[in-house]
């Protein structure tokens, strides 16, 4: 098992940029692919962005491709999500996940993942 902790939420204008971190141990945590999910008020977890475990394949839901990019430092078991050009919609509560199974590619898919942090605010205020 993996224990994750998220860093770098904050509250934003519209149109600013928040640098979100995910410390990882407890495992090779450069072995497994990770992800980001958010959750905003009264709506379902969603998937935001995901990476493989070397950092050379990755994945974007479509409301943040161009203005989010993922990544990670394995040799600093850090997980890393850029945001830019930040929207009123980007607000709610961002998870870092680790997959439940070592390499692999990139997922989408929440039950991939078994290991989650308790999660960073981003407010956008527009």
């Known amino acids: 098992q993996v224990q994750l902790v998220e860093s770098g939420g904050g509250s934003v204008q519209a149109g600013g940029s928040l640098r979100l971190s995910c410390a990882a141990s407890g495992r090779t945590f450069g072995s497994y692919p990770m992800g980001w999910f958010r959750q905003a008020p009264g709506k379902e977890r969603e998937f935001v962005a995901s990476?493989?475990?070397?950092?050379?394949?990755?994945a974007y839901a479509d409301s943040v491709k161009g203005r989010f990019t993922i990544s990670r430092d394995n040799a600093k078991n850090t997980l890393y999500l850029q945001m830019n050009s930040l929207k009123a919609e980007d607000t709610a509560v961002y998870y870092c996940a680790g997959r439940n199974y070592p390499l692999g590619s990139p997922s989408s898919r929440e039950p991939d993942f078994g290991s989650w942090g308790q999660g960073t605010q981003v407010t956008v205020s527009s």
């Open positions: 990476i493989s475990w070397s950092g050379g394949s990755t």
